[in-house]
């Protein structure tokens, strides 16, 4: 039994979409990194700031945290990492950003329009396959913990995994 899961992947990959149904599933609470990684007015927190606020999560008995986060993969029992092609990325941040565009969507702080941030989005999607990415799979490779998810029917096969 999984106690600390990470779901990891680039913007838009489903990941707190999946955290959520995982959540459910095993009835564990669920957190997004995006209520840490930005502060009202789409500000980065200091990094010392940021690591804290990470760490407190990290020590809990049981969480599934969706986010992109070094921290929280050591950490993890269970990494899935969603990897999903850009395009789709980006299509799903479009579909989702479109409804928030200016005001904050749920799970981000206040003052968080996406208009705001559509640049830097963009550069994350696109950046993601080369800079992140690589890091991940090096991670992942011959480690037990990771998922490494490109299908949606390896994704059923995880959550039914799960749900036993």
């Known amino acids: 039994m999984f106690r600390r899961i990470n779901i990891t992947g680039n913007a838009g ?13 095993l009835d564990m609470p669920t957190y997004g990194l995006d209520s840490i990684l930005w502060q009202p007015g789409w500000k980065e927190p200091e990094p010392d700031e940021r690591r804290h606020l990470i760490q407190q999560l ?51 702080p206040d003052h968080c329009p996406e208009i705001m941030i559509i640049p830097t989005l963009l550069k994350i999607i696109w950046g993601f396959p080369k800079t992140v990415k690589p890091i991940i799979m090096s991670e992942a490779h011959g480690s037990q913990k990771y998922k490494h998810v490109t299908s949606n029917t390896q994704l059923e096969s995880i959550c039914a995994e799960l749900a036993t």
């Open 58 to 108: 990290v020590v809990k008995d049981t969480w599934v945290i969706d986010g992109v986060s070094g921290i929280i993969r050591e950490a993890a029992d269970l990494v899935i990492f969603l990897d999903v092609p850009r395009r789709i990325c980006l299509y799903r941040c479009v579909k989702r950003n479109w409804r928030y565009m200016f005001h904050s969507r749920p799970g981000l």
């Open 13 to 25: 990959a489903g990941k707190s979409t999946l955290a959520s149904e995982i959540g459910k599933l």
